[in-house]
C-alpha cells in the first residue's frame, strides 16, 4: 500500500501571497519542508551567492520512506498557521496542569545534586519500584523492576527502542488504521514495513443519544489476510488514539489467537489506560492466556498525570523483550531525565490514596459530555468515545464556498484537511483531519472524519461549543 507524498505537499514555497478568508483575516500560505522528497538527492554542490559553493548531501531512503521529509499535519494546524483567537481542539495537550505533588518532587529533585545528573539506563529505580506497586494488581503477577520494567524517554521513544531490538530490514508490522503518526517512522527507519488493517466505522446508533455512533469494528478475516511469513509484530493501541475505541475482551482474545497461530510480538500501546469511560473494563493484553510472554505494554506519565512534556514513558514485559529494548533505549538516548521521573514516581506513590485517577476520570467525563453534546445538537454523526480524549466527527456534510482560498498545502491531502482548515479559520476551533492517520488505499475513510481532543478545561469547552454553532451555515 502506497503512502501518499503530494509535490504540492512536500517542496517549500517561497511564494509572497496572500489568502483572505470568509471573516477576511489574510493568512499567508504555510512553508513546508526545504527538501523535496520525491527524490533522493545525490552529493554534489550548489552555487550561492559569490562564488561560495556549499556540498548538498544525500539524505537516507528511510527519510522518505517514514514520511519524515513530508509537512505533517501538526506543522499545518499549529497556533502560528491559525487566528490568534482559535481555540485548539486540535492537538491532544492539556491546558490544565499536573497535580501539585508530582511536581513538588520534581521541584525537590531539581534542589538536589543527584537530581540535576544522569538516571541509571533502565530508570530510577524509585520510578521502576513506584511502576511495581502501581501495576502488580492489574497483571496479577509480580513485577521485577530490574528486568520486566524500564524507564524511557516517552511512550513514543520506548516504543522506537523496542522496534530497533526487534525489526530487521524486510519485516513486517500489523498497524490498525487509523494509527498514531509515529508509528510508521518508528518502523520505516529500522527498514521494516508497515502493513495497514483498517479498523471499520459504525453506521448503528450509540446507546442514550440521538447521533452518536457506536464504536469501530476490526475484521479478523482482513487482520489474518494481512498475516505473512514476514509479519514480526502487531501494534495494538487500546484505548485507541484517534477513534476512542476499547477494545473488548473478546476482540483481544481474537488477535491473541492469531498473534500465537503467527508467533508475533504485541506491541500493546495502553497509555490512555486510565480514562476508560462507562464503567467499561481496560483489559491488559498481557494478562490473557500465554500472551505475556509475547507482549510489550507501553505505558506513559504525560497521560496518567496531564503531564506531556514531561516526556517519561514505560515498558514492561518478560526479560525476553525488555533487555534487547534496554540495549536499544541506551544507545538512543542513554537514559531519561532524572527530576520528571521523580515527579511521576511520587505521582504513582500517591495516586490511590489520593483518588487522583478517579476523580480525573469524572472530570473527563464531563468534558466528554460537553463536547458530545455540542455536536448532538448540531446533528453531525461522530463516534462515542469509549476510551481516552478524543472523539471523531464526521465532517463530510460541511461545505464551502466554491472560491475559498486554501493555502497550496492542502492541495493532494483528504477533503477533511480542507474541512478541518476552513472550520478553524472560519468557524474558530481547531481539530485534526484523520485521513493524515492512513495508507493512501484506505485513506477514504479517514477523509470523512475530523478528531477533536476534550483534554480542556470546562471553559474552554464550552467556548468552543458556542462558536461551532456558527457551523450550521455550512452544512448541507
Known sequence: MSLRLSPS???????????????????RPLSTCSVSCQEKPTASTSQTSGDTSKPVFPFAARLKDGRALALDVWSIFNAANLPKDCINLGQGYMNFPPPPWAREAAEEALRSTEGNHYAPAKGRLRLRKALKEFYEPSFGKDLDPETEIIVTSGANEGQYAAFTAFIEPGDEVIILEPFFDQYLPSVAFQGGKCVYVPLHPSAEPAPGVKIGKKQWTIDFDELERAMTTR???????????????????????????????????????????????????????ATLPRMWDRTITVGSAGKLFAATGWRVGWLIGPPSL????????????????????????????????????????????????????????????????????????????????????????????????????????????????????????HLHIGENYARFAFCKDLDTLHRAGERLQKLRQYLA
Not at 14 to 25: D, H, K
Not at 276 to 283: L, Q, T
Not at 385 to 397: A, D, K, M, P, Q
Open 231 to 285: 509479519t514480526k509484530m502487531i501494534v495494538l493501541n487500546s484505548p485507541h488514539n484517534p477513534v476512542g475505541k476499547v477494545f473488548t475482551r473478546a476482540e483481544l482474545e481474537r488477535i491473541a489467537q492469531i498473534a500465537e497461530k503467527y508467533n508475533i510480538i504485541v506491541m500493546s500501546d495502553e497509555v490512555y489506560e486510565s480514562l476508560v469511560f462507562d464503567g467499561r473494563e481496560h483489559i491488559r493484553f
Open 322 to 441: 525488555i533487555g534487547p529494548t534496554l540495549a536499544a533505549t541506551t544507545r538512543i538516548v542513554f537514559c531519561s531525565n532524572t527530576p520528571m521521573q521523580e515527579a511521576a514516581a511520587a505521582g504513582l506513590e500517591q495516586a490511590r490514596e489520593r483518588g487522583f485517577f478517579e476523580q480525573q476520570l469524572k472530570e473527563y467525563e464531563e468534558r466528554r459530555r460537553v463536547l458530545l453534546g455540542v455536536f448532538e445538537d448540531l446533528g453531525l454523526e461522530y463516534t462515542w468515545t469509549e476510551g481516552s480524549y478524543f472523539v471523531l466527527l464526521n465532517i463530510s456534510r460541511v461545505r464551502w464556498p466554491e472560491d475559498y482560498a486554501f493555502p497550496p498545502v492542502l492541495e493532494g491531502r483528504g477533503r477533511d484537511f480542507k474541512a478541518a482548515w476552513f472550520i478553524a479559520n472560519e468557524i474558530g476551533v481547531s481539530s485534526i483531519p484523520v485521513s493524515e492517520f492512513y495508507c493512501e488505499e
Open 9 to 27: 505537499v512536500i517542496t517549500r514555497s517561497a511564494s509572497s501571497l496572500r489568502f483572505r478568508s470568509l471573516s477576511g483575516r489574510v493568512f
